[in-house]
């Protein structure tokens, strides 16, 4: 259903699209709690990029329909060239011999047992730390 949308929306209409998207974007925050917000997200994750909305607000303005089509052809849709997917698998206290029997052998070379969430997100390149 998106693809086909995607697909089918005018160069107009997906200007709109974007402009509105931009326009909330900058919308100034409706109070004190909300900007702090925003500035505390940014330390916990480790990211410091205050100045992120603005960074995102000049690549929309660059995004063509174009370039957003080819991105969904190559990173969303199935059987795209870069598509990867995500699967979790959340074990409770009683179900210990469930996820031993996991961790022990994987019968795809490709799972990886994630430990420790947050060094994970540290180490992937979207979540730079700031050492």
Do not use: C
Request: aromatic content about 14%.
């Amino acid at each position: 259903m998106f693809e086909k949308k995607l697909y089918e929306i005018s160069t107009e209409e997906y200007k709109s699209y974007v402009n509105a998207l931009i326009d909330m974007k900058l919308e100034k925050d409706k109070n004190l709690w909300e900007e702090s917000s925003f500035f505390w997200s940014e330390i916990a994750n480790g990211t410091l990029r205050f100045d992120r909305i603005e960074l995102e607000v000049a690549a929309l303005r660059e995004l063509t329909r174009q370039e957003l089509i080819d991105f969904f052809n190559t990173y969303v849709k199935v059987g795209g060239s870069r598509r990867r997917a995500l699967s979790v698998q959340v074990y409770g206290g009683l179900h210990s011999k469930e996820y031993e029997i996991a961790k022990s052998g994987s019968s795809r070379p490709q799972n990886k047992i994630i430990e420790d969430i947050f060094s994970f997100r540290r180490s992937r390149p979207l979540y730079k730390s700031f050492k």
